[in-house]
């Protein structure tokens, strides 16, 4: 496997994430365990303000984030297979980032805010039309922003790269759990329920039949 940035080496395992100064950004291309035998989310637990894993071409599939306040961290899954996970810095208090399903519904490499003194929001993703995004930004380790969801400039740039207009995007304020699912929008949940009633109507049909 590959390394993302000459700035770790994968003989340092663990270690190297955990010696790194704040606000550095990391990127470390461990699988399911890495060489440590450490589980991807246990070695995101490890990770310092403005540092981040991301396993390279592990899955196919679409793109979806979960974003979870307490931990401060993003989820961003492939299908159903956890592929990166990133520090990020979501709405200070009186600011709260909003929790709920959202899809994507802008992208643009460099915007910049029409509410905060055009302050720059590099690879900017729309959650609202009311100013929520996720784009590259400072990332002190606790909620700071005006709302929007900060993460680190390199996986900004990943995830931009990675993600499509209409992706789905979960902010939710409880903390990450090793069952949680990939987030899926109210239209994929409609249709994953009706699929799996039809093939509940399907087998009741076939088993009547014998």
């Known amino acids: 496997m590959r390394m993302i940035r000459a700035t770790l ?56 984030v979960l974003i979870s306040i307490p931990d401060q961290k993003a989820y961003v899954y492939r299908g159903d297979s956890l592929v990166a996970v990133s520090t990020v810095s979501t709405g200070k208090e009186g600011k709260d980032t909003p929790t709920g399903v959202f899809p994507i519904l802008q992208k643009k490499q460099m915007h910049h805010s029409n509410l905060y003194n055009d302050a720059p929001m590099p690879f900017m993703q729309r959650l609202t039309w009311d100013g929520i995004a996720i784009h590259a930004g400072k990332n002190p380790g606790f909620p700071a922003s005006h709302g929007c969801i900060r993460v680190p400039t390199s996986f900004a740039k990943k995830l931009f790269a990675a993600t499509e207009l209409g992706a789905t995007v979960e902010v939710t304020d409880a903390s990450y759990s090793g069952d949680m699912i990939a987030p899926r929008s109210d239209a994929q949940m409609t249709a994953a329920a009706n699929n799996a009633a039809t093939t509940r109507k399907d087998l009741n049909t076939f088993l009547a039949s014998r």
Do not use: F
């Open 9 to 64: 080496h994968a003989a340092l395992g663990l270690a190297a994430i955990t010696s790194m100064p704040a606000l550095a950004e990391t990127s470390m291309p461990i699988g399911v365990e890495n060489a440590s035998g450490v589980a991807l989310v246990t070695a995101a637990a490890s990770l310092t303000p403005g540092e981040y894993l991301w396993e390279q071409d592990v899955a196919a599939g679409p793109v979806s």
